[in-house]
């Protein structure tokens, strides 16, 4: 029998805060103790657990000595506050918002043999929602395609960037569906029934922080450090689920139905026949799988391989897969 553990959930009346929570019930996480915490304009509000409302607490006053696992789903600079403070108490880690630099980034299906190379405690960090889809869906490929280039565009839904941008998108929509004036808030401009051509701000070189990160990460999770990736991410009027366009440029020619076998027999991939291609609307949300479709060669080349995904970029991208990621880990805990 696994040893029941006391957790921790920072941000837990996020969006992915409470997904995650949800998720420990479904599956059954070993948790003697779950502690909810927040910042203090959302404690003292009540989350569902195992059929208990579970009170909110300040994650400020909050010891974490009392608790071997901690997740962080929450925003960069609450993670940068407390992570290593917990981390420090003797909690291990798993952080969801990209702050921890020296964090190793994992996803079960790319790269779970880094858990057991971790000192204990651990510092991981369950990657963006991008890298993750792309790790579920390029890990099974590393030994059938030489990949020399990964040219990926990411169309990115609103939920990514928490519930007061939902709310965004769909106060905009109904604005202009009910022909009223349109201001926007969240966003810097029209967000409803348009697409922004970057998220967030660029830097000097004109690249996001979130196209920085998802390269990095997914180098560090294919175990190719010098890989030539190219991102562009794109904000769409999605609420959730994520999209991406993605072109590997390889070595030699590609095998199609060597690369079609791999995806079907690979965990978490659900891949779409060719007459079909799948959505975030029509498939990807609530399911815990990345779709793969419009699986094909290049138009004038047989060493180009192009692919469509689609995820529940909240559920499976961020939720899940931290929690997949501490089901491993507690392996490894003494």
Same mark, same amino acid.
């Given at each position: 029998?696994?040893?029941?553990? !006391?957790?921790?959930?920072?941000?837990?009346?996020?969006?992915?805060?409470?997904?995650?929570?949800?998720?420990?019930?479904? *599956?059954?996480?070993? $948790?003697?103790?779950?502690?909810? *915490? /927040?910042?203090?304009?959302?404690?003292?509000?009540?989350?569902?657990?195992?059929?208990?409302?579970?009170?909110?607490?300040?994650?400020?006053? &909050?010891?974490?000595?009392?608790?071997?696992?901690?997740?962080?789903?929450?925003?960069?600079? $609450?993670?940068?506050?407390?992570? #290593?403070?917990?981390?420090?108490?003797?909690?291990?880690?798993?952080?969801?918002?990209?702050?921890?630099? !020296?964090?190793?980034?994992?996803?079960?299906?790319?790269?779970?043999?880094?858990?057991?190379?971790?000192?204990?405690?651990? *510092?991981?960090?369950?990657?963006?929602?991008?890298?993750?889809?792309?790790?579920?869906?390029?890990?099974?490929?590393?030994?059938?395609?030489?990949?020399?280039?990964?040219?990926?565009?990411?169309?990115?839904?609103?939920? /990514?960037?928490?519930?007061?941008?939902?709310?965004?998108?769909?106060?905009?929509?109904?604005?202009?569906?009910?022909?009223?004036?349109?201001?926007?808030?969240?966003?810097?401009?029209?967000?409803? &029934?348009?697409?922004?051509?970057?998220?967030? /701000?660029?830097?000097?070189?004109?690249?996001? #922080?979130?196209?920085?990160?998802?390269?990095?990460?997914?180098?560090?999770?294919?175990?190719?450090?010098?890989?030539?990736?190219?991102?562009?991410?794109?904000?769409?009027?999605?609420?959730?689920?994520?999209?991406?366009?993605?072109?590997?440029?390889?070595?030699?020619?590609?095998? *199609?139905?060597?690369?079609?076998?791999?995806?079907?027999?690979? %965990?978490?991939?659900?891949?779409?026949?060719?007459?079909?291609?799948?959505?975030?609307?029509? %498939?990807?949300?609530?399911? !815990?799988?990345?779709?793969?479709?419009?699986?094909?060669?290049?138009? %004038?080349? %047989?060493?180009?391989?192009?692919?469509?995904?689609?995820?529940?970029?909240?559920?499976?991208?961020?939720?899940?897969?931290?929690?997949?990621?501490?089901?491993?880990?507690?392996?490894?805990?003494?």
């Amino acid at each position: 029998m696994t040893t029941k553990l !006391d957790i921790a959930v920072v941000g837990a009346t996020g969006t992915v805060g409470e997904t995650l929570v949800q998720i420990l019930e479904e *599956l059954a996480f070993p $948790v003697a103790t779950l502690h909810l *915490l /927040a910042s203090m304009e959302s404690a003292g509000s009540s989350v569902m657990f195992a059929s208990k409302k579970l009170k909110v607490r300040e994650v400020d006053s &909050f010891d974490f000595s009392q608790v071997k696992l901690a997740f962080f789903a929450t925003t960069p600079a $609450v993670s940068r506050s407390f992570a #290593a403070k917990a981390h420090k108490a003797g909690c291990a880690v798993i952080d969801l918002s990209g702050a921890l630099h !020296d964090a190793v980034a994992v996803v079960p299906e790319a790269n779970p043999e880094r858990l057991g190379q971790l000192p204990q405690p651990a *510092l991981i960090t369950s990657p963006s929602a991008g890298a993750v889809a792309l790790a579920v869906a390029l890990a099974p490929l590393k030994g059938l395609v030489d990949i020399e280039r990964i040219q990926v565009n990411a169309c990115l839904a609103v939920s /990514a960037q928490g519930r007061e941008a939902v709310s965004e998108l769909a106060r905009q929509t109904a604005e202009l569906l009910n022909a009223r004036p349109l201001e926007p808030r969240f966003f810097d401009r029209q967000m409803a &029934f348009n697409l922004l051509a970057q998220v967030g /701000a660029p830097d000097e070189q004109g690249h996001t #922080a979130v196209e920085r990160r998802l390269v990095g990460e997914l180098r560090q999770l294919l175990g190719m450090p010098a890989l030539k990736i190219s991102v562009t991410c794109i904000q769409v009027p999605v609420f959730f689920g994520d999209s991406f366009s993605v072109a590997l440029q390889s070595r030699r020619a590609v095998d *199609l139905d060597a690369v079609n076998r791999a995806l079907d027999s690979a %965990d978490s991939i659900e891949r779409v026949e060719a007459d079909d291609y799948p959505t975030p609307v029509g %498939d990807a949300v609530g399911q !815990d799988v990345v779709y793969v479709g419009r699986v094909r060669h290049g138009i %004038d080349e %047989d060493e180009q391989l192009n692919l469509w995904l689609t995820t529940d970029n909240v559920r499976k991208g961020a939720a899940l897969n931290a929690v997949q990621v501490a089901q491993l880990l507690i392996k490894h805990m003494a």
